[in-house]
Structures are given as structure tokens and as C-alpha cells.
């Protein structure tokens, strides 16, 4: 092998190195600002999931829209993230506004929270979004119609039907 092709692969291996171990700190630093924020991470089995955790008193932590804000930018450094789950969190419209850059976002769920049907409405340009659950009970059937209009491609999984 010529002195400058071993050159040239040693440099292409120390660049794929560097590479790695940026995308593992960022990764890392990632997972620390979601769970210093109060939600957690499932392990990745095939996906990541981000939720907010149930307390001992079946009650959810506090988390909402400031909460959100912090943890979006987040979100997006995690390798094979795809599902965010809110179930019974404090957030409003206010808070999901914060979602729109996340583009890997496959799964939304905001059942039991103060999320409308307008504050969803604020997500209709992301590509992957795929499933929306929410609580029957908070949407009139007019804001349904409205939602399931506005994402044609999406599952409105309606729980507590």
C-alpha cells in the first residue's frame, strides 16, 4: 500500500472515530436535559419512546409547556426516536407549538392534558406524524371531524370512547 492511501485511510478512520463519539455526547448530553426535565426514555426496542412518568400515587409528575420547551431541541438528537407520549401532563397548545420542528415524530399522545384541537392543528406539517391519541371526551365531535380533516394519513386513536 502507498505511504498516502495508508495516510488517507487512517485520516477517514480518526474522522468516522470523531464522528461517533459526537453523535454518542450528544446524544448523551440529550438524554440528561429530557430526564432533568421530568420525563424519561424507554430503551430503544425498536424505538425510543419519551413520556412522562406516573408517580407511586398514580398522579404524573409535573410537567408542561416550559417543561416541553426544554426538552424538543432534545428530543430531536435521539437516534431512533419516534413516539412522545403526554398522557395526563399539564401541557397545553401553548407547549405543542414547541413540536413542530420535531420531524422524527411518528406518535403523539395527549390524552387526559389541555391540548385542543387547534394547538394540534399546529403540528399538520410533520412528515412522519402517524398516530394522535386523545381523550374522546375533551373533543366535541365538530373538533373530531376537524382533527381526522386535518390529518388525513394520521390514526385519531379516540380513547375513552
Known amino acids: 500500500m502507498r505511504p498516502y492511501a495508508l495516510s488517507f485511510l487512517l485520516a477517514v478512520i480518526v474522522i468516522a472515530v470523531a464522528v461517533a463519539f459526537h453523535v454518542c455526547v450528544r446524544e448523551t448530553n440529550a438524554v440528561r436535559v429530557i430526564e432533568q426535565n421530568g420525563a424519561a ?3 430503544p426496542i425498536p424505538n425510543v419512546t419519551v413520556f ?5 400515587t ?3 409528575k409535573q410537567f408542561g409547556d416550559e417543561q416541553l420547551r426544554y426538552i424538543a431541541p432534545a428530543i430531536k438528537c435521539l437516534s431512533k426516536f419516534n413516539e412522545l407520549n403526554l398522557s395526563g401532563s399539564s401541557v397545553t397548545d401553548a407547549g405543542i407549538r414547541h413540536l413542530k420542528a420535531v420531524e422524527e415524530l411518528e406518535q403523539l399522545d395527549v390524552c387526559e392534558t389541555a391540548v385542543t384541537v387547534d394547538g394540534l392543528l399546529q403540528l399538520q406539517q410533520l412528515p412522519k406524524l402517524r398516530v394522535i391519541a386523545i381523550s374522546r371526551a375533551q373533543y366535541s365531535d365538530e373538533a373530531l371531524a ?3 380533516r386535518a390529518f388525513p394519513k394520521a390514526t385519531i386513536l379516540d380513547v375513552g370512547t
Open 41 to 43: 426514555i424507554s430503551k
Open 52 to 56: 412522562v412518568p406516573q408517580t407511586n
Open 146 to 148: 376537524k382533527l381526522k
Open 58 to 60: 398514580g398522579r404524573e
